[in-house]
């Protein structure tokens, strides 16, 4: 079957797919995989992802490579962050095998939804782990839902590789300084929702928040992890409130592969002034180019992208990693599973 769908004017959203793949976990343990049509979930409205935010998940992308085959990118990195994930929230890990083997199975279930070479559009993977058992009293489940779901999704920078504005306020913390900030856990995207829409009402992209304790450090900016270039080294925040992004991870190493320094460490705000590039760097975009920064509450703009335009040595590990996910250099690190191999 055949479809028709405009591949580059998609939206990074949810387009309806033809299958999603479940796995229940009870009575002690992981049942068999089951093939679904339906996008609904009948759960108990006790259960305990919807009372006491039980419920972690991943992001990734499959594409189709320059040579015709389908790459799923990191795939064993997002099973072993999920497993963490879950581990913090007092959740059942999912087996990396049970991940690995529904993760394929849902892109075979889905091939064709996966977008074409060369449209600037993936297929976006959404595993998620929920809690399944009903509880009135504040405890773990001893029930889980695991279900991955597919989505294609166009290309993020749609009117081409550019920079974007970004700012910092101190009115809003994303995570407490001992919370579940390294999880990937629906509650803290929920608390960076009011500072994120208060910030693109005064027309930037996204917050960069601070470190939760003392607001001196740089600490994620939104829902992606922050880098900048200075004096030619790579650095980037380090921190234990901050998601441990496999798309910055990804990107730390190629820098390496090219004799780029780099350093995790804390970042002061005052900082900003004296960098040459910087981007915010997800699964979404790989690395969004940030053209300045706006401390708000403090009255001052760090203008990071003079010209700007994106910066040479993001760029470059921009386009280093896109090559590797499409097929287009040798993955010489082993990132990619190739469907069918």
């Not at 591949?7 to 949810?14: E, H, K, Q, R």
């Not at 189709?64 to 799923?72: E, N």
């Not at 027309?203 to 960069?208: E, F, H, P, T």
């Not at 470059?316 to 990132?335: C, M, P, S, T």
């Amino acid at each position: 079957m055949e479809t028709n769908l405009d591949w580059a004017s998609l939206p990074f959203g949810y387009v309806p797919t033809d299958y999603n793949v479940r796995c229940t976990y009870r009575d002690g343990k992981w049942g068999d995989i089951e093939v679904s049509q339906s996008e609904t979930i009948n759960m108990h409205m006790a259960a305990t992802c919807l009372h006491y935010g039980q419920e972690v998940f991943e992001g990734l992308k499959a594409f189709r490579g320059k040579d015709g085959k389908i790459r799923i990118f990191r795939l064993k990195e997002n099973a072993k962050r999920i497993r963490s994930s879950a581990e913090g929230l007092v959740m059942e890990p999912i087996p990396e095998d049970l991940f690995l083997k529904m993760c394929v199975m849902a892109v075979k279930l889905n091939e064709r939804f996966v977008p074409p070479y060369g449209s600037g559009a993936s297929l976006y993977l959404r595993p998620l782990e929920i809690g399944m058992t009903p509880r009135v009293g504040v405890s773990p489940a001893s029930e889980y839902m695991f279900i991955i779901f597919v989505s294609p999704v166009g290309p993020y920078f749609k009117s081409g590789f550019g920079t974007t504005s970004i700012c910092i306020t101190r009115d809003y913390d994303r995570v407490a300084p001992k919370g579940t900030g390294r999880f990937k856990t629906g509650g803290n995207y929920a608390a960076s929702l009011k500072a994120g829409m208060t910030a693109k009402d005064k027309g930037y992209s996204a917050v960069l928040f601070l470190d939760p304790r003392e607001k001196k450090y740089l600490d994620e900016c939104g829902p992606a992890n922050f880098f900048a270039i200075k004096n030619g080294v790579y650095i980037t925040p380090a921190s234990d409130s901050i998601l441990p992004s496999i798309t910055n991870m990804s990107l730390q190493q190629l820098a390496k592969d090219m004799g780029i320094p780099v350093e995790a460490r804390h970042i002061p705000v005052e900082e900003l002034a004296e960098v040459d590039e910087a981007a915010a760097c997800g699964t979404a975009a790989v690395a969004s180019p940030i053209g300045y920064i706006d401390d708000l509450d403090k009255n001052v703009r760090y203008v990071i992208a003079k010209d700007g335009k994106p910066g040479p040595i993001t760029t470059k590990l921009y386009n280093a990693l896109r090559a590797i996910q499409l097929g287009e250099v040798e993955d010489i690190h082993g990132w990619n599973h190739v469907m069918g191999i």
